[in-house]
């Protein structure tokens, strides 16, 4: 079972995929999200590493069957979500001077973005435009990258490095 953090109202949990520990069926009855963060691994060496298969199918059966939890993917995350709902990720195409993504980038945010109904609630509640939305940087070290999404996500962030930068399946998953 996975360590608790009590944060006053919020319960958090933590597992470790990577020793084949998930959230079990009653876990998952009172959770709310669950956070996918970064990892060594590549999600596309899931033959050498026996823990990405469970956790791709564990990502498919929260998006498709346990409609109250939300996804937050992040790096690998975001790369396991995709491939686990059908897209494709892969090396980035780097040479020796820049064999991967290391440090800022600029993200560029689509139209599709500002059309996000959480979007929509934050620039209301602050007051801004499209004209007055702050840029969104991401840190980021990586040498993968989602190069296909999965059929149904939508494409809300792209920089100069990578084609998909920020993406969600529906509400049900936001990933970067």
């Known amino acids: 079972m996975g ?3 009590n944060t006053g109202d919020e319960k958090w949990q933590f ?3 990577f020793e084949h520990e998930l959230p079990s ?4 009855k009172s959770a709310k999200a669950i956070i996918f963060p970064g990892s060594g691994h590549a ?6 590493v026996s823990w990405i298969p469970p956790l791709k ?4 059966r929260v998006i498709n069957e346990c409609l109250h939890i939300r996804i937050i993917g992040g790096c690998f995350g975001e790369q396991t979500t995709a ?3 059908g897209g494709k990720v892969e090396k980035m195409p780097y040479n020796a001077e820049r064999p991967k993504c290391l440090g800022r980038e600029n993200i560029q945010l689509t139209d599709e973005f500002f059309e996000q109904a959480f979007v929509k609630r934050y620039m209301d509640k602050v007051g801004l435009t499209r004209e007055t939305f702050p840029k969104l940087i991401l840190q980021e070290s990586h ?4 190069s296909e999404l999965p059929v149904g996500a939508t494409l809300l962030g792209y920089s100069e490095s990578c084609n998909v ?12």
């Open 165 to 176: 930068e920020v993406y969600c399946i529906g509400d049900r998953a936001l990933c970067f």
């Open 143 to 146: 040498g993968d990258h989602v």
């Open 15 to 17: 597992y470790r995929a």
């Open 3 to 5: 360590q608790l953090m």
């Open 43 to 48: 999600v596309y060496n899931e033959h050498k």
């Open 57 to 60: 199918d564990f990502i498919r």
């Open 25 to 28: 069926e009653e876990d998952l």
């Open 83 to 85: 491939v686990a709902m």
